[in-house]
C-alpha cells in the first residue's frame, strides 16, 4: 500500500521523501451520514434437530422421544427458604446439618408430566447402569429414547452397559441450566425438602419419595418445569 501512495504522490509532483500529508484525507466539518446499522443476527449453535434426525435414521422402525437426565443429592443437610408470616415477623428456619444422605436419578420428558425416578445410596456407573436398565424398562414397545445428559464421569458411554432402545447424548460441559431436571430439584428443594429435620437415612428415604410422588401428583408442573423450548421445538413427532 506504500508503494501505491508514492507512485500517486510522484505523479502530483511530489518526492517520495517528503511526508504524506498531501495524500492526508482533508477533515469535513458538519454532521457525517449515519450508516445503515444492520441488524445483528445471532447465529443459532442448537444442533439438536440434526442429531435426532441422525439418530431417526438409524432407527427407522423405532418411535424417538427426547428425554433429559440428571441425578441430585439430597438428605439431612436441607436448607432454609422463604416463607409466608405476620408483617413485622421473622420466624425461625429450621435446617439440619447432620449429613446422612442419598441421591435422586431422575429422567424426564420435557414438555409432558413424564417421568421416571431412582433412589440410589450412591452414585457411579454401575448406579447410573441400574438406571438405564429400570429406565429402558418403563419405555413403550417401539419407542427408542435419546437421553440428554451431562458430562459426569459415570455417564460415560464406554463405563456403562446402555440398553439398545436407548441413545446417550450428551450436553455442552458447564451447562446446566440446558437440562430441565435442574428446574425440578430446585423445586423440591424449596418446597418440601426446606425447613426439615429428618431422624435417619430411612426418614430421608421417605421424605424424598413422598416429595417426588407429591410432584407426580400435581397435574402439569413437570410440564411447565420443563418445557425448554429448544428441547420441545426439537422433537421429532
Not at 450508516?35 to 439438536?48: G, K
Amino acid at each position: 500500500m506504500s508503494s501505491g501512495l508514492r507512485a500517486s504522490a510522484t505523479a502530483n509532483g511530489v518526492s517520495p521523501a517528503c511526508s504524506s500529508g498531501s495524500t492526508s484525507r482533508v477533515r469535513r466539518h458538519g454532521p457525517r451520514p449515519r450508516r445503515a446499522i444492520r441488524p445483528h443476527r445471532r447465529r443459532s449453535n442448537n444442533q439438536l434437530p440434526s442429531k435426532l434426525q441422525a439418530f431417526a435414521a438409524e432407527h427407522p422402525d423405532a418411535r424417538l422421544h427426547l428425554w433429559c437426565q440428571d441425578e441430585a443429592r439430597l438428605g439431612q443437610k436441607g436448607r432454609t427458604t422463604r416463607v409466608w408470616d405476620e408483617r413485622g415477623v421473622r420466624p425461625p428456619g429450621v435446617v439440619d446439618r447432620r449429613f446422612e444422605r442419598l441421591y435422586l436419578l431422575a429422567a424426564c420428558r420435557p414438555g409432558t408430566d413424564e417421568a421416571f425416578a431412582l433412589a440410589l445410596p450412591r452414585v457411579h456407573a454401575d448406579a447410573m447402569t441400574v438406571l438405564l436398565e429400570h429406565f429402558s424398562r418403563q419405555l413403550a414397545p417401539g419407542v427408542h429414547a435419546v437421553l440428554v445428559l451431562d458430562q459426569a464421569g459415570w455417564h460415560d458411554e464406554r463405563a456403562l452397559h446402555v440398553p439398545a432402545s436407548i441413545t446417550l447424548l450428551s450436553l455442552p460441559s458447564a451447562s446446566p441450566e440446558l437440562n430441565p431436571v435442574e428446574r425440578i430439584w430446585l423445586y423440591l428443594r424449596e418446597r418440601d425438602l426446606s425447613h426439615r429435620v429428618l431422624d435417619d437415612d430411612g426418614a430421608v428415604l421417605e421424605a424424598v419419595c413422598r416429595a417426588w410422588t407429591r410432584l407426580l401428583d400435581e397435574a402439569g408442573r413437570l410440564t411447565t418445569l420443563t418445557a425448554y423450548p429448544y428441547l420441545t421445538t426439537s422433537e421429532i413427532p
